[in-house]
């Protein structure tokens, strides 16, 4: 039952096993009818885990991956050259290329993530994975989505506070479906019923 469902903590182990679960939630749903049929696709970008160390070597750094020295800024990376130690970098909101060198950073605040375009439809639960003041967003909140187009995804908590999202871009791309969780996700959270 829909009480059910949300009162049940499905926890899987890697990032992997939750995509494959939340596939077979998805088509579940879609068949019974509790998610539209929109499928709108929208833009997804998850920490590939890189720790501090790391980023100060050439290891975490592939072509296509998107790199962040600072909240809000994203620049999508267009080559390695792992000899040199450079690293190119093309900005999403200027599209200027600039050279990005890796060891001679403290990397406070870098983050490399991997993007993915993943479809959204009405009914989707999902879940925030950043915070932004501004915006009054808040991480690991779970929203209904309400409306989805190629243009907007809207959707509201059980508090009824809105989320809007631009399914094409990167700063908005902090998201994931909120059916499953893994461990580290999990933690402080209580529920009736846990799947894992």
Do not use: C
């Amino acid at each position: 039952t829909p009480e059910t469902r949300n009162n049940t903590l499905v926890i899987a182990y890697t990032n992997i096993e939750r995509d494959q679960i939340a596939y077979q939630i998805r088509t579940g749903l879609m068949k019974e009818k509790s998610l539209g049929s929109e499928n709108i696709g929208v833009l997804r970008i998850r920490q590939t885990g890189a720790s501090k160390e790391e980023l100060s070597t050439m290891l975490p750094y592939q072509k296509g991956l998107i790199v962040s020295t600072k909240p809000g800024n994203y620049a999508t990376i267009e080559s390695v050259d792992k000899e040199s130690g450079v690293v190119m970098l093309r900005d999403e909101k200027t599209n200027q290329l600039s050279p990005f060198l890796p060891r001679h950073r403290s990397h406070q605040f870098t983050n490399v993530f991997a993007a993915s375009t993943q479809p959204i439809s009405v009914g989707e639960s999902i879940l925030t994975r950043f915070t932004d003041k501004k915006r009054g967003i808040v991480a690991n909140q779970t929203y209904t989505v309400t409306s989805a187009s190629s243009g907007l995804i809207e959707a509201k908590n059980a508090e009824g506070k809105t989320l809007s999202l631009d399914p094409k871009s990167l700063s908005d791309g902090h998201w994931d479906y909120a059916y499953t969780r893994t461990a580290d996700m999990a933690q402080g959270s209580t529920y009736p019923n846990v799947i894992a």
